[in-house]
T-cell receptor
């Protein structure tokens, strides 16, 4: 089956530092990847849509200069939380949509990255 | 008002019970409807998806969509302890036959099936 990995699975950092989260599609190519944020006992909120080779599209209210997204290849997208603050602490989940094969609406989710900013 | 409303529960049922999970939505443009299962501290796993109104069955799971009422349901028959998880409904808009892929999720319902 289609597998999406995320690294790291959890990270603790000091306020003001930057954190990079990787999302990889392991056995398929993904032209489009999505980044979500999930606060405790709340639903997933789409942050941005990442397209290989082009700029990401951010949802309203998401600061593109704070959450930098790079989709440099068909199997890798990265999310960098710049100058992280405690309010950025959350569960960040990526999903990847296969470039070919399967229904178009299929998205495979990664296991998530838990970020804690002290 | 949220675009998608889902009762967060928690819902606790005995093993073997029939579980009914529901979502309502306000955006009439939604045409693709999905149900995801999420175990604690894990990413969501797609269970079922349906297009427009109607029913779809897959093993012990049945998904129903009533677009006239803007209401979707997921039924789980013969529930098992391994079904214990958070169930999320999700929806997307289809435009020109191609979805933008953006999913709008419900809050999720926490389900516990006890032996």
């Amino acid at each position: 089956g289609a597998v999406v990995s995320q690294h790291p699975s959890r990270v603790i950092c000091k306020s003001g530092t930057s954190v990079k989260i990787e999302c990889r599609s392991l056995d398929f190519q993904a032209t489009t990847m999505f980044w979500y944020r999930q606060f405790p006992k709340q639903s997933l909120m789409l942050m941005a849509t990442s397209n290989e080779g082009s700029k990401a599209t951010y949802e309203q209210g998401v600061e593109k200069d704070k959450f930098l997204i790079n989709h440099a290849s068909l199997t890798l997208s990265t999310l960098t939380v710049t100058s992280a603050h405690p309010e950025d602490s959350s569960f960040y989940i990526c999903s990847a949509r296969p470039t070919s094969g399967g229904a178009w609406e299929t998205q495979y989710f990664g296991p998530g990255t838990r970020l804690l900013v002290l | 008002q949220k675009e998608v409303e889902q009762d967060p529960g928690p819902l606790s049922v005995p093993e073997g019970a029939i579980v009914s999970l529901n979502c309502t939505y306000s955006n009439s443009a939604f045409q693709y409807f999905m149900w995801y299962r999420q175990y604690s501290r894990k990413g969501p796993e797609l269970l079922m998806y349906t297009y427009s109104s109607g029913n779809k069955e897959d093993g012990r799971f049945t998904a129903q969509v009533d677009k006239s009422s803007k209401y979707i349901s997921l039924f789980i028959r013969d529930s098992q302890p391994s079904d214990s998880a958070t169930y999320l409904c999700a929806m997307s808009v289809v435009a020109g036959g191609t979805s933008y892929g953006k999913l709008t999720f419900g809050q999720g319902t926490i389900l516990t099936v006890h032996p």
